[in-house]
């Protein structure tokens, strides 16, 4: 294992990342998902780039918005904004059913790909506009979008169960910050509460949103 995968894991130890999140980061290498070209990004707080104009997530915070989401073996999670595919695939170990929606198909079809060659068969994928796909089948336990929201996607909570929880970047760029809203139905203060944790740098969400 190279020198900075070791920081980085014990970076994530000391951010009291919990350790079956730290078990899956661990199964799957950067290198795997990402242009050779770009190996100094690698593990740092400088996100990656895909293609399309688009940068993968910086790997502390993708850590954090995953810790933010409790991993249950035996939760359903829609994750928005598949990119390269590594953050689906951390999250297929992690939790018992993923259904990934990425805007391009060019980095749907390679992600798609890259998690076959990893065996990975607990993964649906879609393509195109969240705000236009009819088939997001059933309700999830929780929900991660990796793109900015400039407002509280409001729209998602009817794929969220009751008690869920969608956790984002929230806020215009360079001025955002992890998001969580939860579905509290029955709550007389709020049905959605929200909370706001650490900083971080997300392209704003594509489509109608």
């Known amino acids: 294992m190279k020198k ?6 014990t970076l994530l130890k000391n951010e009291g990342i919990r350790e079956n999140i730290i078990d899956a980061f661990k199964n799957y290498k950067q290198k795997d998902f990402f242009d050779q070209i770009f190996s100094g990004y690698f593990y740092s707080h400088e996100p990656v780039p895909i293609g399309n104009g688009e940068k993968g997530d910086a790997s502390p915070i993708l850590a954090k918005m995953i810790n933010h989401l409790s991993p249950d073996k035996e ?3 829609l994750e928005i904004g598949t990119g390269s595919g590594y953050s689906t695939a951390i999250l297929s170990k992690l939790f018992k059913e993923i ?22 068969n607990n993964v649906r994928f879609l393509t195109g ?11 999830f336990d929780g929900i991660i979008i990796f793109a900015a929201c400039s407002v509280r996607p409001l729209f998602l909570m009817t794929h969220l169960k009751e008690k869920g929880k969608v956790i984002f970047p929230m806020g215009p760029i ?20 929200m909370s706001f944790h650490d900083l971080c740098s997300y392209s704003p969400l594509k489509g109608m949103y």
């Open 4 to 9: 900075v995968e070791k920081e980085f894991y």
């Open 75 to 77: 939760s359903r999670i």
């Open 99 to 120: 259904v990934t929606v990425e805007y391009f198909e060019e980095l749907a079809i390679s992600a798609k790909q890259r998690l076959a060659g990893f065996k990975i």
């Open 129 to 139: 506009d969240i705000l236009e796909l009819d088939g997001i089948p059933g309700l």
């Open 174 to 193: 360079y001025q955002q910050q992890i998001t969580i809203m939860k579905n509290e139905q029955g709550e007389k203060d709020s049905q959605y509460k």
